[in-house]
């Protein structure tokens, strides 16, 4: 074997132990925090996570704060102490009575207040039908006086005409009576007469033939020589 190669082989067998011996020392410190890490953890988890589960289940199931009977720890003995309710309740009590006079006091007043509020109502109602009842009668009053008014004028109205009527009669009766006392014109027919003729030289009016036939109760315009005629 040649010297180099002898000491190549040297040193990969010191290499070799020297990185063994590494890995031995590695393995060694890492079993060792290992170790040492453990107990913190343990406690870690009691604090952080046992604790609270147990304060929460304790809560939870078995703390009763209405309990009357309170348990306490004292000089390591258990002793079952009575709580004092009699205050908290008498307390109680009297919150509730003034709780309840007061409610009986907002009552009563609530009523008084209804009360006045009704009677305001029925002043107001009872006004309001004074109010209706005077219009209705005023009303009333005014037709009965448009009603009087009204019949006064046509009485009025009747009376005048009445009086019209009495006196347009009265000129009637007094011109017929006139007529009736009034002596009557005659005329006797001579011969080449005629009525017409006769109309003319008394009336100078044609139409006046027509008077003079009614005045004779006569149909026709025929007249005779010597008939004695009635002028009108």
Do not use: C, W
């Amino acid at each position: 074997m040649a010297k180099e190669d002898y000491r190549e082989k040297i040193e990969e067998d010191r290499q070799e132990i020297e990185m063994e011996g590494f890995q031995s020392r590695a393995s060694r410190s890492k079993r060792k925090t290992k170790k040492r890490k453990n107990p913190l953890i343990s406690i870690l988890l009691v604090i952080f996570i046992f604790i609270p589960s147990m304060i929460l289940l304790y809560v939870n199931f078995l703390y009763e704060p209405d309990s009357p009977v309170e348990t306490v720890e004292q000089n390591n003995e258990v002793v079952q102490v009575e709580k004092n309710d009699t205050t908290a309740k008498a307390a109680e009590v009297e919150d509730d009575e003034e709780e309840k006079d007061k409610k009986d006091a907002s009552a009563t007043k609530e009523e008084d207040i209804s009360a006045d509020k009704q009677k305001e109502l029925a002043a107001a109602q009872a006004a309001a039908a004074e109010a209706a009842k005077a219009a209705e009668q005023k009303a009333k009053e005014e037709a009965a006086k448009k009603a009087a008014e009204q019949k006064a004028k046509e009485d009025a109205a009747k009376k005048a005409a009445e009086q019209k009527a009495k006196e347009e009669a009265a000129k009637k009766a007094a011109e017929q009576k006139a007529q009736a006392t009034k002596p009557k014109r005659t005329h006797t027919v001579k011969s080449n007469e005629t009525l017409y003729r006769i109309a003319m030289n008394y009336y100078n009016d044609p139409s006046a033939v027509e008077k003079i036939k009614q005045a004779n109760g006569m149909a026709s315009e025929s007249i005779q020589v010597g008939q004695t005629l009635i002028l009108p």
